[in-house]
């Protein structure tokens, strides 16, 4: 069974500070990938990962994937108050099936 | 506009009295699924749906049914609902091609 664990489940950090939130997974996948959800709202698209060593960027959000480590990182520099959400890794199970992390809420105070 | 669209936005009902909450999608996507998500444990799989009449269970299928009978439709059959089924619901849907996956705006559901 494909485990998804995410490293803080809660994380509260100055504006202006940079964090690292961890996913780690336990089997072989080809996909992973990071969502947004704003509190009461639906889920965003982040980043999607396909290979080893992928970084990706936007904003002051920046995804990586070490396949071999079966870790991904979501890197947040220099914190806003609009980044306050939660973050969810999901990694690619057979076919499209995808198996979420418990997500981590991210709180940026001033 | 592209947008997976899932009615009703919320909903209280009683145990034991059949449900079904409508998810359509208009990006002629393959996929679709349903997911449930529960405080303190994330979106577990219910559900998903490679394309027209092709279903398969996800991690949580007990007490749900689904259907494909469209490839912009996928609703989610609650035949005798319980409280332990009291959650938020998602629909989403994608296409092999386009890694990303488009989710509706959810349901949430209280079974009393």
């Known amino acids: 069974e494909l485990k998804v664990e995410q490293n803080p489940l809660f994380l509260s950090m100055q504006e202006g500070k940079n964090y690292t939130i961890y996913c780690n997974y336990s089997?072989?996948?080809?996909?992973l990938y990071w969502y947004r959800q704003d509190p009461g709202k639906s889920l965003e698209s982040l980043f999607v990962?396909?290979?080893?060593?992928a970084v990706k960027q936007e904003g002051r959000l920046m995804a990586s994937l070490d396949t071999k480590a079966r870790l991904s990182t979501l890197h947040i520099t220099a914190a806003v108050h609009d980044l306050s959400a939660t973050y969810f890794c999901?990694?690619?199970?057979?076919?499209?099936?995808?198996?979420f992390g418990k997500g981590t809420s991210l709180l940026v105070t001033p | 506009e592209a947008q997976v669209t899932q009615n009703p936005r919320y909903l209280i009902t009683v145990t034991g009295k059949k449900l079904t909450v409508t998810c359509s999608q208009n990006m002629n996507h393959e996929y679709m699924s349903w997911y449930r998500q529960d405080p303190g444990l994330g979106l577990r799989q219910i559900y998903y749906?490679?394309?027209?009449?092709?279903?398969d269970k996800g991690d949580v299928p007990e007490g749900y049914k689904v259907s494909r009978k469209e490839k912009r439709n996928f609703p989610l059959i609650l035949e005798s609902p319980s409280p332990n089924q009291t959650s938020l619901y998602f629909c989403a849907s994608g296409h092999p091609t386009n890694e990303k996956l488009f989710f509706g705006s959810g349901t949430q559901l209280s079974v009393l």
């Open positions: 990962l396909l290979s080893n060593g």
């Open positions: 999901a990694v690619g199970n057979s076919g499209y099936a995808l198996n």
């Open positions: 089997t072989t996948s080809d996909r």
């Open positions: 749906s490679m394309n027209v009449e092709v279903t």
